[in-house]
């Protein structure tokens, strides 16, 4: 057997290094992170070949004192915490000590720094971990470090880094996750000497949205501020049509601090389920401020993994506060309104020219619209206040430049009808005289006037949502009623479903499925819930089983719910099915009393509207 000793400090660097720097993007965050808690109000990062040869981050923060330089780039060496008391109450991005020994030990690294006391700064180099300078030179207040050709003294490492472009996606990533960290930082990303994004820093949080997500998601996002003892909870969930296939839209920031969550997700995603479809992630951009003693983000040196005590308390208001806060506004998708323009170069704007009906060219003063992007970005983050533009003011015959502008700010923008639709719900039993059914099309969907909007529902989707409904208040009230079974339907379970069939027997009880033992593992099903009757009974009871042996549920089992709202669906009324105006008008008026008639039990919308103007937009008669 071999000796045990001691390794050599190269050699516990690199392995200490193989945790904190597992590629470019690894170096940013480290790096970045430790000019925020620097003071930093503006930081710049550049990259060349994925960051792999060449990264660069530039920062304004306080600095390194001349004669700590060195001392930084010890392991463990930190200016954040003393004892191990303070990792309990942790306010700084950065605290192990760990990042710039790491990353010395596996790059060619520089330093240039200067505090704001000093005449001259220091410029110091090190290599694998070997101080190789130290001299001083001028350079302004900051820190600005140097990293290249990574995992040069470990080829073995650098092998399983991706292609350069790969790699520079992850950290443009990266940098768009921390610019929404600090929306009070300036943020700017070069790569291969092009500029791809650039913060302004002044703390509005809907233009760190704007700049990395587009105008798009600016108008499909609600605000939201909840608080309650020891959290608070604010920024921005996305309407249900802002949805994706994956989680990559759900970006969680605790203290300040990006962190991938699977508890934070979860909560997430059930404030939205009455809104998504199964296998759907929605859009949000929170901020989570709790006390630090609640929180440990010393999980992992990533620092991205995070623990919380009192998690159900927290995981319950999370819920609450996206649940209240969607369920405010009225969740009727529009139509988008998709203009092709000639491309055309060097032109503020886009004016088309035609002769209009007399009698038009008065609403046409009145609702005319021009693309300009200044006029634009100045109404999204000029004020707080909802995206909803002013009536328009006429004007006759504008003698400047000025007027123009002035009556173009003055001027509504095209879906101003549909977003003002958002301030007052309408699907409301006082609303009922004010909708007329003019039909249904493609025996699927009808067509649905309300004042000076025109709804489209879909008759499954509305029929299902009101099953569902119906079947969730009789549970909830304790008034379900039942259908005997002739004969009883028996079935044989395993040991783990027996198991399962304990666990859960009240919740199956509350929902009005009543079963007697038949001896040698098996049951006989002598009742079930009218609204389930004649529906699959055997293999609808077979699948709750089959996911709570596998899944469990704690509290209430949301498998059950989920497959009560699938059966709903397939005894909902069907696509391709005609139905008559007496038969529509009854449904419509069952809509009127849901908490929330606007999406099936699935996700997809049961109505969508277009406003008048839209439709008036199509035909070209206004533009």
């Not at 930081?43 to 600095?63: A, H, P, Q, Y």
């Not at 988008?336 to 032109?347: A, D, F, G, I, N």
């Not at 009145?366 to 983050?381: A, G, H, Q």
């Not at 039942?482 to 009883?488: D, G, M, N, R």
């Amino acid at each position: 057997m071999s000796r045990i000793q001691l390794l050599d400090n190269a050699t516990i660097d690199k392995i200490a290094a193989g945790e904190v720097v597992e590629r470019p993007s690894s170096v940013v965050k480290e790096l970045v992170e430790n000019a925020i808690d620097a003071g930093a109000t503006a930081v710049t990062v550049e990259i060349k070949d994925g960051g792999i040869s060449f990264l660069r981050v530039t920062d304004n923060g306080k600095g390194i004192p001349a004669d700590q330089v060195k001392e930084a780039f010890l392991r463990h060496a930190t200016s954040k915490i003393r004892t191990s008391e303070d990792l309990n109450n942790i306010h700084s991005l950065g605290f192990r000590g760990e990042a710039l020994s790491s990353i010395a030990a596996v790059a060619q690294v520089e330093m240039m720094t200067k505090t704001k006391d000093s005449l001259m700064g220091v410029h110091y180099t090190i290599e694998g971990g070997k101080e190789t300078g130290f001299s001083e030179v001028g350079v302004p207040d900051g820190t600005t470090i140097l990293v290249k050709n990574i995992f040069f003294n470990t080829p073995a490492r650098r092998k399983f880094l991706k292609t350069a472009t790969t790699e520079g996606g992850y950290i443009a990533d990266l940098c768009e996750h921390l610019a929404m960290s600090k929306p009070e930082v300036s943020f700017r990303l070069i790569v291969n000497n092009q500029v791809k994004f650039h913060t302004s820093g002044n703390g509005d949080i809907r233009e760190i949205i704007y700049r990395i997500f587009g105008k798009d998601f600016i108008k499909e996002i609600i605000p939201i501020d909840c608080k309650e003892d020891d959290i608070h909870i604010r920024g921005y969930l996305g309407k249900p049509s802002l949805n994706r296939s994956n989680r990559n839209f759900e970006n969680c920031f605790i203290n300040g601090r990006y962190v991938k969550s699977t508890f934070l997700f979860k909560a997430i995603e059930e404030g939205y389920r009455a809104y998504l479809m199964q296998h759907k992630f929605p859009f949000a951009v929170l901020y989570f401020t709790m006390d630090t003693d609640k929180v440990d983000v010393n999980v992992h040196p990533t620092k991205m993994d995070i623990r919380i005590t009192d998690s159900q308390k927290y995981y319950d208001f999370i819920v609450t506060s996206i649940s209240d806060t969607l369920s405010k506004p009225e969740m009727i998708p529009s139509i988008e309104q998709v203009e092709t323009l000639s491309k055309s170069p060097k032109r503020d704007h886009v004016e088309r020219n035609y002769v209009p009906e007399p009698f038009e060219q008065k609403r046409m003063q009145e609702y005319k619209v021009k693309e300009d992007f200044s006029y634009i970005t100045n109404r999204l983050f000029g004020e707080d206040t909802p995206i909803i533009a002013k009536p328009a003011i006429a004007k006759t015959q504008p003698s400047s430049e000025n007027n123009k502008a002035s009556s173009f700010v003055e001027e509504s923008v095209t879906s101003s009808v549909q977003i003002n639709l958002f301030e007052e719900k309408i699907l409301k039993p006082e609303n009922k005289d004010k909708f007329e059914i003019m039909g249904q099309i493609f025996q699927t969907y009808w067509l649905v006037r309300y004042e000076e909007q025109l709804l489209f529902v879909d008759q499954h989707a509305a029929h299902e949502k009101v099953k569902y409904e119906k079947l969730m208040k009789s549970i909830k009230d304790k008034d379900i009623f039942t259908q005997t079974l002739q004969p009883p339907l028996v079935l044989h379970l395993t040991q783990k479903e027996e198991a399962a069939l304990e666990e859960y027997h009240t919740y199956f009880e509350s929902i009005g499925f009543i079963w007697e033992d038949f001896g040698s593992h098996s049951i006989a099903m002598r009742q079930m819930p009218v609204e389930l009757y004649g529906k699959s009974e055997k293999r609808f009871f077979e699948e709750i089983l089959d996911e709570l042996v596998e899944n469990g549920c704690k509290g209430t089992p949301e498998v059950i719910q989920e497959k009560i709202a699938s059966m709903a669906c397939k005894s909902a009324v069907k696509g391709n099915q005609s139905m008559n105006t007496a038969e529509m008008n009854t449904l419509l008026e069952q809509l009127f009393t849901l908490e929330n008639p606007y999406h099936c039990p699935h996700g997809r919308p049961t109505i969508i509207s277009m406003s008048k103007t839209d439709l008036e937009k199509k035909f070209k008669r206004i533009v």
